[in-house]
């Protein structure tokens, strides 16, 4: 009992600490949304490049796409830190901090849906490249839909 209770203020403590330090990380709101946007960008642009391979619209090279696969996968954790209270802006809607479980959880798709994709990369198996890309892609669109504006 005592044991537990150290440990559950031990955890408060690493929560408050890690919080404070997300919200000391920007100075302004605007360094928020430009942090978020510069991820985003980049990301989309790693993505995109796995997107024409899929498309056929570029030849497939393992490498590459594994290459790409990862900084997405990297990156996919990076822009919901930018997301705290008082950065409402951008093309941010508003939902993100009134419905910020729904967000939370579709974040929390992605990344899995990129993780899958970053695995099926490694792989070299171009099918489930395809697959995995595919159901990436959707999480993408469904979290813009609900929470950005267009
Ligand atoms: C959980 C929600 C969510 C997911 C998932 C998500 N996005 Fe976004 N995305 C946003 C929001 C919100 C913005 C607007 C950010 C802003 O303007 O402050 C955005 C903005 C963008 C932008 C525009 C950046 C700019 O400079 O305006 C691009 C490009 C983008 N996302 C690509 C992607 C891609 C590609 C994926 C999937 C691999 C993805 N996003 C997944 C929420 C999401």
């Not at 498309?55 to 796409?65: H, L, S």
């Not at 409402?88 to 990129?114: C, H, P, R, T, Y």
Request: proline share 2%; hydrophobic share 45%; charged share 20%.
């Amino acid at each position: 009992m005592k044991l537990q209770k150290v440990i559950s203020f031990g955890l408060a403590g690493a929560l408050t600490v890690s919080a404070g330090f997300a919200f000391a990380q920007f100075q302004k709101p605007e360094d928020a949304i430009k942090y978020r946007q510069s991820v985003f960008t980049v990301l989309a642009n790693s993505f995109g490049k796995i997107g024409a391979v899929v498309k056929g619209e570029a030849p497939y090279n393992k490498d590459e796409v594994t290459k790409n696969a990862a900084v997405v996968a990297t990156l996919s954790t990076l822009p919901w830190q930018a997301f705290g209270q008082g950065t409402e802006g951008g093309k941010a809607q508003a939902d993100i901090w009134s419905d910020n479980a729904k967000f939370k959880a579709a974040s929390e798709k992605m990344q899995l849906a990129v993780a899958n994709l970053n695995t099926a990369a490694q792989s070299g198996d171009l099918e489930s490249i395809k697959k995995a890309f595919g159901a990436a892609g959707a999480t993408c669109k469904g979290c813009h839909d609900d929470f950005k504006k267009k």
